[in-house]
């Protein structure tokens, strides 16, 4: 792939990986737009970003990259449309894709803007400029949603973009397909983990955690603006995981309020066999 | 501590990676009892016990250690209990603490037997002597419980002995704060992850997990003879975790349904301050 002119906004965790990643790997220019002048600046002096963004450079572009929140990643594109050119590509890097699609799509085939959904499948703990890392899609997944402003053969053609910033897989799929997936992996993940340290135990842990205690709740410490939007924009989808686990818990804590020894046995073998069949198939 | 004759029941993961500790780390000799013949003379051959025991050479042990599942480690010690000899202290290394203290403490004390409760809170998703490790109990944390037949102080006694095989806190509590804080980090931890599994995304997850989805994951491949004897052991304290877990859930799911999204950040928010706070004071 040639060298492109790259702009990233918002740069945070996952656009300031992003820039930090392009830097590092590539040698396409990044200018980079952000809110906080301070962490602009800084980016800029790391050498993670080649030039602070305005609109007139907007029109320079050949791949716009848009981190930010749902709700500001539609009103960004809505509100600079005139400024971006009809030789760019525009990706968002949201967790959601039903609703920024569905909200983009349209929009930006009337404007002649081209667009594709986006979502790097990594993060970390932490958020912010501070937190971003260069190597945080090493081996991740990048998913990609065609849309009616770009097809999926555009799509494919940057696989190898994506490829080149570390990530393993780029998987191109429709944005009900990946709502559903996320809900499962990644949404349902946060919101059970952070029920998980609600326990009046949790405080007292110190001593007695296993592996297991530790793997649970490492993602109870997230984002709660982002992800309580993320959430309302995938409402259905998490709605179903999260009654499809509560039902299933409620099994396991009937079967032991009875004492029903084989029940609960039978319960667990069954979780158990799907993780082995799964492990075998998958990763 | 000086050299001790060592007996350890049951080669499993537990017992086995107990086995290879000792003889990897120490010059402790170990006498090693399991049903399974072919698993005593590997374990012979590969040099982690010293001996194959029997009835006589238990009356030349220093410490038993007994690696069995609740029901069977009750019932070894009941019937060997005239084998044994006065100057031995006997450790059992089961998940719950109250149901095999309270079976094992009076019942040791009028046999004139020392008699400590044990639990070495170190596990992988893997079971049986083909998963015993030298290095499973590095960085762990060791739990000791006195009894009426073994005091406070001869269990601060055998710190250095876990110590010497990697454990990195070794733990003097009672039954019931064990068993307490057990059904948290543990217990609870191997039921949400059995119970993830079971969304009927699971099997199609390939290409759309990151690392929380890998995580919350890790534990749902369990031994699920052995999980479900040890849920029913502690069937109080974990009722009470998987009834705590499934309200929070509950509220996250009706914010969820609701729309709410000032109710869900605030949930999100409760959980992961707490995450913080707990990161920050312990570990």
Request: hydrophobic residues 40%.
């Amino acid at each position: 792939m040639e060298q492109m002119r790259i702009g990233i906004v918002g740069l945070g965790l996952i656009g300031g990986s992003m820039a930090k990643a392009v830097k590092a790997k590539t040698k396409h220019t990044v200018i980079g737009y952000e809110i906080d002048c301070e962490v602009l600046h800084r980016a800029q002096e790391e050498g993670a970003i080649d030039y602070e963004g305005n609109d007139d450079l907007l029109q320079t572009l050949d791949l716009l990259l848009v981190a930010l929140y749902p709700g500001q990643t539609v009103e960004f594109i809505r509100t600079k449309a005139d400024w971006i050119r009809p030789g760019c590509m525009v990706i968002d890097l949201c967790g959601v894709k039903g609703y920024i699609c569905g909200a983009l799509g349209p929009f930006c085939a009337q404007r002649g803007i081209a667009f594709i959904g986006g979502h790097p499948m990594a993060g970390r703990e932490f958020s912010g400029y501070d937190a971003a890392q260069a190597g945080l899609f090493q081996g991740a997944s990048m998913l990609l949603v065609p849309t009616e402003a770009g097809s999926a053969r555009q799509a494919e053609a940057f696989k190898p973009f994506f490829r080149s910033l570390g990530f393993e897989k780029v998987v191109v799929t429709t944005a009900e397909n990946h709502d559903r997936m996320i809900a499962f992996t990644s949404q349902l993940a946060h919101v059970v983990s952070n029920a998980y340290v609600k326990s009046p135990e949790a405080e007292k842990h110190d001593g007695y955690s296993a592996g297991s205690y530790k793997d649970l709740t490492r993602v109870a410490r997230l984002n709660d603006g982002m992800w309580s939007e993320l959430f309302l924009c995938n409402r259905e989808a998490l709605l179903d995981e999260l009654n499809g686990i509560i039902g299933h818990l409620e099994e396991y804590r009937d079967a032991l309020e009875k004492g029903d020894r084989d029940g609960l046995q039978r319960l667990l073998k069954a979780g158990s066999d799907r993780k082995k069949r799964i492990d075998r198939d998958g990763e």
